[in-house]
């Protein structure tokens, strides 16, 4: 059974710093390209980040750049996205994502950040 499954949300002070998790089961992660999404009340769901399989390259949305970074483990199956600076218009549900080659995708749960003072 595959299961992605995001901690580490909550609410934080605008300039506060968070670090989501997503512990992956259920397939094979190290093949996996993984990415954190994001989605806030009333906007489309938008990518935040992304990782391939080895750890390199990454990406990164605009708006995030120089505020957050993602990182993997593939020993522990475990994804990472450090999230530094925080602001009011990074609140949202964050979401972890596994894409095989276009073929396979799966998505967490969601987790809740909220940024606010």
């Known amino acids: 059974q595959v299961q992605l499954v995001e901690s580490g949300g909550g609410l934080v002070q605008p300039g506060g710093s968070l670090r989501l998790s997503c512990a992956a089961s259920?397939?094979?992660?190290?093949?996996?390209?993984m990415s954190w999404y994001r989605q806030a009340p009333g906007k489309e769901r938008e990518l935040v980040a992304g990782?391939?399989?080895?750890?390199?390259?990454?990406n990164y949305a605009d708006s995030v750049k120089g505020r957050f970074s993602i990182s993997r483990d593939n020993a522990k199956n475990t994804v990472y996205l450090q999230m530094n600076n925080l602001k009011p218009e990074d609140t949202a549900v964050y979401y972890c994502?596994?894409?095989?080659?276009?073929?396979?995708?799966?998505w967490g749960q969601g987790t809740q950040v909220t940024v606010s003072s």
């Open positions: 994502h596994a894409d095989w080659n276009g073929r396979v995708a799966y």
């Open positions: 259920g397939f094979v992660f190290s093949s996996y390209v």
């Open positions: 990782i391939t399989s080895a750890g390199s390259p990454t």
